[in-house]
């Protein structure tokens, strides 16, 4: 971990705000910050929803004000009730959220509260701490392309690049390279509308903050940072990758299971396939079952997150009959993994990703390189940068099928090809522990955001 800098909150404005988006991507690197700040000084008070409410118990060191979202029933589970189901969440968080800002106001006296730092995805919360005079900063928990794509969206439609025509996926959007088309944020037809809200609404909630803050690196996304710092009128604080710079803050909403740690330790250097799809995206049984026997056929040793309600349409998380008897010696499949660990373990030598942007920093910051299946959101855009920026990973392809699958692992973990990219994911490994060490580019933005913050005005 790095050394904490010299700068600490002092004097009055030394309480910190944050609202986290209530998905496990996004508490992540919220909880990092948090735990960053707290180390320099600042006294954390966490607002949050009921639905995967946090446990206050696991960080008694801060404060938690529970905030009524009033939606009920399980997590969704398709990506697009996803979206809808952050709309209706940010609606019915807005009033309750005002009331309990203004009585913490009271409480700790306004001039004591440095800012809101709120999840992008939260404006109307955004809205609601400026209407009270609360100073607020943006974090977003994606990749500075990913804002500049967001910021881009109207554009995209205009010039008729959205919504997409099966057509044109690998057209090159040469305003935002190098993505093409298939790589940009879309969803089913039926829901353009929900998504150009969320991402509008994000846009807006940066611009009208006092910052933005990314959990991203210089050496990562250069050109896009500076993209950014180009389009935006706000100050962008690079600040990445927050997990580096922040002891874990067990933020985990499934209990991990830390079994796979000691069964790893048998294993060789970089022998490892680590297999996980992150917190929602899912696949359906016939995935699963490609999936497993591919895996099963490369010979190669794995950890498999197999996650409750990851395979569409299934209560149970049924593996193909066999698989494990075909693979007892060599594999385990677990519920939720301790997943820094997992990579940072010597054992493992490659990721297969659904390249969430947590995941593909946390796998880039241990050198580990990746096999990308995408499914939604961003992380098209991610495996794109994985496989044609950096060439750490390569994509293992739309059609889930047992032959390409083992061919594809073969190639990451055992091909002449997958050791060259594993020998770039060392150099990115390095690029990283230079931004956060003593007097890195992420080093200093941290010190930069602190200023800031003891400097806004409400
Ligand atoms: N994660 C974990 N255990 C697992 C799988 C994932 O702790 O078995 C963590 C992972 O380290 C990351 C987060 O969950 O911090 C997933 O975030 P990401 O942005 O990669 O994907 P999302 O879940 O948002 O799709």
């Given at each position: 971990a790095a050394e904490t800098n010299a700068i600490h909150a002092v004097g009055r404005r030394r309480h910190v705000l944050l609202f986290p988006l209530p998905y496990q991507g996004h508490i992540n690197p919220m909880f990092r910050l948090a735990g960053l700040l707290h180390a320099r000084g600042f006294a954390i008070t966490v607002f949050h929803t009921h639905f995967n409410a946090p446990d206050p118990v696991r960080h008694p060191e801060y404060r938690f004000v529970p905030v009524p979202d009033g939606t009920s029933g399980p997590a969704p589970v398709a990506i697009e009730d996803v979206v809808t189901h952050i709309l209706a969440l940010t609606a019915g968080c807005e009033a309750p959220f005002r009331d309990r800002l203004a009585a913490v106001l009271e409480e700790y006296?306004?001039?004591?509260?440095?800012?809101?730092?709120?999840?992008?995805?939260?404006?109307?919360?955004?809205?609601?701490?400026?209407?009270?005079?609360?100073?607020?900063?943006?974090?977003?928990?994606?990749?500075?392309?990913?804002?500049?794509?967001?910021?881009?969206?109207?554009?995209?439609?205009?010039?008729?690049?959205?919504?997409?025509?099966?057509?044109?996926?690998?057209?090159?959007?040469?305003?935002?390279?190098?993505?093409?088309?298939?790589?940009?944020?879309?969803?089913?037809?039926?829901?353009?509308?929900?998504?150009?809200?969320?991402?509008?609404?994000?846009?807006?909630?940066?611009?009208?903050?006092?910052?933005?803050?990314l959990n991203t690196f210089e050496a990562l996304e250069r050109r896009e940072l500076?993209?950014?710092?180009?389009?935006?009128?706000?100050?962008?604080?690079?600040?990445?990758?927050?997990?580096?710079?922040?002891?874990?803050?067990?933020?985990?909403?499934?209990?991990?299971?830390r079994s796979c740690l000691e069964w790893l330790d048998a294993w060789p250097p970089a022998s490892v396939l680590y297999v996980s799809f992150g917190s929602i995206a899912c696949m359906s049984p016939r995935d699963l079952e490609e999936t497993a026997w591919g895996i099963a056929a490369s010979g190669v040793p794995f950890v498999w997150v197999v996650r409750p309600g990851m395979v569409r349409g299934s209560a149970r998380q049924e593996l193909p009959e066999g698989f494990e008897a075909a693979t007892r010696a060599r594999g385990v499949v677990v519920a939720w993994a301790p997943q820094e660990e997992v990579l940072g373990h010597a054992a493992v030598g490659g990721f297969w990703t659904h390249n969430g942007w947590n995941s593909t920093t946390e796998s880039v910051c241990e050198g580990v390189p990746m096999l990308c299946r995408p499914c939604f959101g961003d992380q098209m855009g991610n495996a794109r940068y994985v496989e044609h920026v950096w060439r750490v990973g390569f994509e293992v392809g739309d059609e889930l099928e047992r032959g390409s699958v083992e061919a594809a692992i073969r190639r990451l973990m055992t091909d002449k090809d997958g050791a060259e990219m594993r020998a770039r994911a060392g150099e990115l490994k390095k690029a990283a522990e230079d931004c956060t060490g003593k007097g890195g580019s992420s080093y200093l933005a941290i010190d930069k955001l602190i200023t800031h913050m003891m400097s806004l005005k409400n």
């Open positions: 006296s306004s001039d004591t509260v440095a800012c809101l730092i709120a999840d992008a995805h939260l404006l109307p919360m955004v809205e609601a701490a400026k209407s009270l005079g609360v100073p607020t900063l943006a974090l977003r928990t994606g990749s500075a392309a990913c804002c500049a794509c967001f910021i881009a969206y109207p554009m995209l439609f205009d010039k008729g690049y959205l919504p997409v025509k099966e057509s044109r996926l690998d057209m090159a959007v040469s305003e935002l390279p190098p993505y093409r088309v298939r790589d940009l944020i879309v969803l089913g037809d039926d829901n353009h509308g929900a998504v150009r809200e969320l991402i509008a609404r994000a846009v807006t909630a940066v611009k009208v903050s006092s910052g933005v803050i500076e993209g950014l710092r180009r389009d935006l009128a706000v100050p962008v604080f690079d600040v990445g990758p927050l997990h580096k710079f922040s002891p874990a803050g067990d933020s985990s909403l499934l209990r991990q299971d």
